[in-house]
Each structure stands twice: as C-alpha cells, then as structure tokens.
C-alpha cells in the first residue's frame, strides 16, 4: 500500500516541477510545447490514477476481509459502513458541481457588474441559484439517513 502512496507523491511532484520548470524556461515554439505538455499532463494523470486504483483497491480488501467492525456505540458491519459512504457522495458530488456553476456564474457575473453596476441584484440572484445545488445534495443525504 505504501508504494502506491508513493506513486500518488511522485505524481503530484512530478506535476509541480514541471510547472516550476515551464515557469522559468518556457519554450518558444507552439508546437513542441504542444506536444510535450500534452505527454507530460498525460503521463502524470495515468500515474495518478494508477495510485489512485490500487490505492482503492488494496484498502477494499482489507475492509471485505473483516466481518465486523467494533465501536464503542455498537456493531458497524461493511454493508452499513458502504451504505453510509454512498450516503455521503450526493453531498459531495453537488459540492463539486455547486463550485463549478458559481466559478462559472461568478467570474460572468464580475464581467458583467464591470460594465453595468446597476445588474448587481440580479447577477446575486443567479450566483444563489449556483449554490443552491449544494443544498439539494445535502437534503438528499440527510432524507437518506433517515432511511438506515
């Protein structure tokens, strides 16, 4: 399991050198630059999602090769722990989504407020409505708990 921690580290520091190293010795020709940011950026993500697979992988078996879990409030058994796991992604799913609507609605809303101040309510009502897809996924995690 450590090594593919390790995988995952060298991903990400493989990814900040290159970036650190384009910085400060850019190439000048488009189309060489091209070509190797693009197999630089592939082979980062293949490394990562590698880590990230094996990682997930090994650590499931070591959860499926238990029976039970023992707290101190009671019995936790693997289908009740996957159940409450699944019960989190809606949450964090429309966490993801909700940030990446208001990026988007918030940097046209800046642009636009730029030029007509006067927009101002009604670009603050579409940022709210971005946001407001957090919300539905925390309500569906919450109906869901009630449900176990």
């Known amino acids: 399991m450590n090594g593919f921690i390790y995988l995952l580290a060298l991903s990400i520091l ?23 940011w693009r197999n630089s950026i592939g ?5 990562g999602a590698i ?3 094996g990682f997930a992988f090994s650590t499931s078996q070591e959860a499926l090769a238990a029976s039970e879990a023992v707290t101190a409030g009671g019995d936790i058994s693997v289908g009740l722990g996957l159940a409450l796991l699944g019960i989190g992604l809606p949450t964090g799913l429309a ?13 046209a809303a800046l642009a636009l407020l730029g030029e007509k101040p006067e927009m101002f309510g009604r670009t603050l009502i579409f940022v709210g409505l971005a946001e ?17």
Do not use: S
């Not at 970036?19 to 010795?25: E, I």
């Not at 966490?95 to 940097?107: E, L, P, Q």
């Open 14 to 36: 493989g990814l900040i050198l290159i970036g650190g190293y384009f910085h400060f010795r850019p190439i000048r020709d488009p189309a060489k630059a091209q070509r190797w």
């Open 95 to 107: 966490t993801i989504g909700a940030g990446i609507a208001v990026g988007t609605v918030g940097a």
């Open 51 to 53: 880590g990230l697979l």
């Open 132 to 148: 407001g897809i957090a919300i539905y996924g925390l309500v569906v995690t919450i109906l869901l708990l009630g449900r176990i």
């Open 43 to 47: 082979a980062n993500v293949a490394l």
